[in-house]
C-alpha cells in the first residue's frame, strides 16, 4: 500500500471511529429516531441466523437464509415507533443498555463517498430482576457521503450466538 | 409428590403453578410425556437425499434424523453407545459416517455401528458391533412433510393421535398443489418460562393479544378493540381438538402485500379449491395458529409459516426450534416478503414474539413462593360453551376463550396420571 493510501485509511478509520461512537451514544441514550436519522432511505438492516456446520461452510449469502433482521427503513420505523407506545412490554419499563464498538476496520474505500467498515460490538442489556444478557457479534457496513454526513447504506449483523436472547435492542 | 393430577382440577378449570416451575413436575413430563407422544423433529425438504441429516431434541433427549442409504427417513438418539458423547455435532448436513468425536465409534445412516478403533487388540474382537448401534426412535411418520417422531413402540398412528386437528394443519400445510419447503437455517432462542406457556398460547390463546401485544395494535399493525373478530364461528373462531392439539383462527389484515403477493395468494387460493374441502378452502390464508401436543405450534400470517418446537430446558427454561415454511412454488420475490415478514414479526426479535418472552419468563419466575403455589390459575374461560358444526371438526368457540387451552392440560393430567 502506497504511503498516502496508508494516511487516507487512517484518518478514514478515525473519521469511522467518531461516527461509529456518535451512533452507539444515540442508542445509549434512547435517541431512536436520531439514530434513524443516520440511516439512507434505501437502507439494508440484515442478520442472517447463524448455524453450526463443517468449517467454513456457512454462507450468511445463501439464498432464502433465515434472517432476525432484514429490513428497510420502514421496518426500522415500525420497530422505534412500536418502542415508543409504551406498551412494548418487552422493553417496559426499558432494560439498561450500554453499547460498544471496537476494531474498527476499514474494509474499503473505493472513494471519497464511500467506505466499507468492520466493527465488533458488545451490547449489554439488564432488565428488572437479575436478568443480564449480552450480544457480541461484528457488523459489515456500508457507508455512503450524502451532502457531507455519513449515511449507512447497508448492515451485515453477524451475531456470535447459537441459541440468541430474545433481540429487543438495535445493534 | 406423585400425585400430579391433582394439579389440574377438571371440575373448576384450574391448574396449580407447580404445573409450570417445579422440577419434580419436570421430570415427570419427560418421562410420561415426551417419550410417548408424536413429537416433531423436522421437514422432509431439510432432508432430500441419502445420508441427509438434522440435529434436534425430543424432550431431553438428543435425536439425530437421518435420512438412510435407501432413502427412508430415521431418527436416531443422538448420543453415543459407548460414552454417550453426542454422535453429530452439526446442525445439519450429508455423511455416511457419523464418527463420535471422543473415542471415535462410528455409525452410518442406519444407526449401525460400523467402526470401532482397536476393535482387534482392545476388544479382542469380542465386541457384537449388532448389539451396539445408535438407539433408534421406533417410529418415524410425516404428516405433510412434517416429521415426527414417537419413542412408544406401542403408539397410535400419527393420523389418529393428530385426529380432527389434522383438518386445520391441512388449511396450512395442503393448501397448495406442490406443498411447502423449509428455508435454510433456522430461528433458536432462549427463554426464561415454561415450554407449556408456549404451547398452551399457540393452541388458543387469543385472549392475550389485545393487552400483551397492545404495541402492535398502537401503531396501526394488530385489530382495533379487543381481537373479537368481525365474523364468529365461520372465519374468526378457536377450536379444541382431540388429544390436548388447538387451534386459532382468525381473519386479520394482511398488511400492505404486493402484487406478486397478491397474485401467489390468488394462486394458493385457486388450489386450495382442489387440494381441501370447500369449507376448508374458505379458510385459506387467514390468520391461523395451532399447537400440536405437546410441543409443537405452528403459526401461519401474511403467507410466512413458523413451525416451532418449544423444546423443554428444565422447569423454567425454554428453547425454541423455529423453521420457516413456504411454498415450493412461491416466487424468489414473495419468498424473500415472506422470510422478512417472519423475522420481524415471530422470530427472536418479533416484534409481536418480543412480549410473549417476557410475560411466560416472568410467570415462572415469581410462581415458586408457597403462597401462591397454592392458589391455581384460572382456565375457566368459555367452558360450556363450545359447539361442535356441520362445516368444520373440533369444539369450536368463537374469539376469546380458553376451551382449547384447558384441553392441553386435560391431555397432560391424563398423560401424568398414568
Known amino acids: 500500500m502506497a504511503r498516502d493510501d496508508e494516511s487516507v485509511s487512517i484518518d478514514l478509520r478515525h473519521e469511522f471511529e467518531t461516527v461509529l461512537i456518535d451512533e452507539y451514544w444515540l442508542l445509549d441514550n434512547s435517541q431512536f429516531e436520531d439514530w434513524l436519522d443516520l440511516m439512507a432511505e434505501d437502507i439494508r438492516y440484515w442478520a442472517p441466523v447463524r448455524e453450526n456446520l463443517d468449517r467454513d461452510e456457512e454462507n450468511f449469502f445463501q439464498a432464502d437464509l433465515l434472517t432476525h433482521f432484514d429490513e428497510s427503513k420502514a421496518e426500522m420505523m415500525l420497530r422505534v415507533a412500536r418502542l415508543r407506545t409504551g406498551f412494548a412490554h418487552a422493553e417496559e419499563p426499558p432494560s439498561r443498555r450500554r453499547h460498544f464498538v471496537s476494531n474498527i476496520k476499514i474494509l474499503d474505500a473505493p472513494d471519497p463517498n464511500q467506505a466499507k467498515v468492520a466493527s465488533n460490538f458488545i451490547i449489554f442489556r439488564s432488565r428488572p430482576g437479575h436478568e443480564e444478557h449480552l450480544f457480541v457479534g461484528s457488523r459489515r457496513d456500508h457507508w455512503v457521503r450524502l451532502n457531507n454526513n455519513w449515511r449507512l447504506q447497508e448492515r451485515l449483523i453477524i451475531f456470535d450466538h447459537d441459541i440468541i436472547e430474545n433481540i429487543t435492542v438495535f445493534v | ?418
Not at chain 2, 393430577?5 to 415426551?34: G, H, W
Not at chain 2, 448389539?131 to 433408534?136: A, Q
Not at chain 2, 395442503?174 to 407449556?196: D, Q, T
Open chain 2, 1 to 418: 409428590m406423585s400425585d400430579f393430577a391433582a394439579l389440574v382440577d377438571l371440575d373448576r378449570c384450574t391448574v396449580s403453578p407447580r404445573v409450570f416451575n417445579d422440577q419434580d413436575v419436570y421430570e415427570a413430563e419427560l418421562e410420561n410425556i415426551f417419550t410417548r407422544t408424536w413429537n416433531m423433529v423436522g421437514h422432509e425438504s431439510q432432508i432430500p437425499e441419502p445420508n441427509d441429516y438434522l440435529t434436534t431434541f425430543i424432550g431431553a433427549d438428543p435425536v439425530l434424523l437421518t435420512r438412510d442409504a435407501n432413502g427412508r427417513v430415521r431418527a436416531f438418539l443422538n448420543s453415543c453407545r459407548h460414552r454417550g458423547m453426542r454422535v453429530c455435532r452439526r446442525d445439519h448436513g450429508n455423511t455416511k459416517l457419523f464418527s463420535c468425536p471422543y473415542h471415535g465409534w462410528s455409525y452410518d445412516s442406519s444407526g449401525k455401528l460400523r467402526g470401532v478403533p482397536q476393535l482387534d487388540n482392545a476388544y479382542h474382537n469380542e465386541l457384537n458391533r449388532d448389539e451396539w448401534g445408535l438407539i433408534e426412535v421406533p417410529n418415524v411418520q410425516s404428516f405433510r412433510g412434517l416429521l415426527f417422531a414417537n419413542f412408544d413402540p406401542n403408539c397410535e398412528s400419527l393420523e389418529d393421535y393428530l385426529g380432527d386437528m389434522a383438518w386445520y394443519l391441512d388449511l396450512v400445510l395442503n393448501r397448495s398443489k406442490n406443498g411447502m419447503v423449509a428455508f435454510p437455517g433456522c430461528h433458536r432462542w432462549r427463554l426464561s418460562g415454561n415450554w407449556k406457556l408456549g404451547a398452551e398460547q399457540f393452541g388458543g390463546d387469543n385472549y392475550h393479544t389485545g393487552a400483551l401485544h397492545r404495541s402492535m395494535v398502537e401503531i396501526g399493525l394488530g385489530p382495533e378493540g379487543d381481537y373479537r373478530g368481525d365474523n364468529p364461528w365461520t372465519r374468526d373462531f378457536e377450536v379444541k381438538c382431540i388429544n390436548g392439539h388447538g387451534w386459532i383462527n382468525f381473519d386479520a389484515d394482511g398488511g400492505q402485500p404486493t402484487d406478486s403477493q397478491i397474485a401467489f395468494f390468488e394462486q394458493i387460493r385457486r388450489e386450495a379449491r382442489e387440494t381441501l374441502t370447500p369449507a376448508q378452502a374458505d379458510l385459506v390464508l387467514t390468520v391461523q395458529v395451532g399447537t400440536v401436543f405437546p410441543n409443537m405450534s405452528i403459526l401461519s400470517f401474511l403467507g410466512f409459516t413458523t413451525v416451532r418446537v418449544w423444546h423443554p430446558r428444565g422447569p423454567k427454561e425454554i428453547h425454541v426450534q423455529s423453521y420457516g415454511l413456504v411454498e415450493k412454488d412461491a416466487p424468489p420475490d414473495v419468498r424473500d416478503l415472506t422470510r422478512k415478514a417472519m423475522g420481524l414479526t415471530f422470530s427472536p426479535s418479533g416484534i409481536f414474539e418480543q412480549d410473549d418472552g417476557v410475560a411466560w419468563g416472568d410467570i415462572a419466575n415469581v410462581q415458586g413462593g408457597p403462597i401462591r403455589s397454592q392458589y391455581p390459575f384460572n382456565y375457566q374461560m368459555g367452558h360450556g360453551h363450545g359447539k361442535t358444526m356441520d362445516d368444520k371438526p373440533g369444539l369450536i368457540h368463537p374469539p376469546s376463550t380458553e376451551i382449547g387451552v384447558f384441553g392441553l392440560y386435560e391431555k397432560w393430567r391424563e398423560m401424568m396420571s398414568r
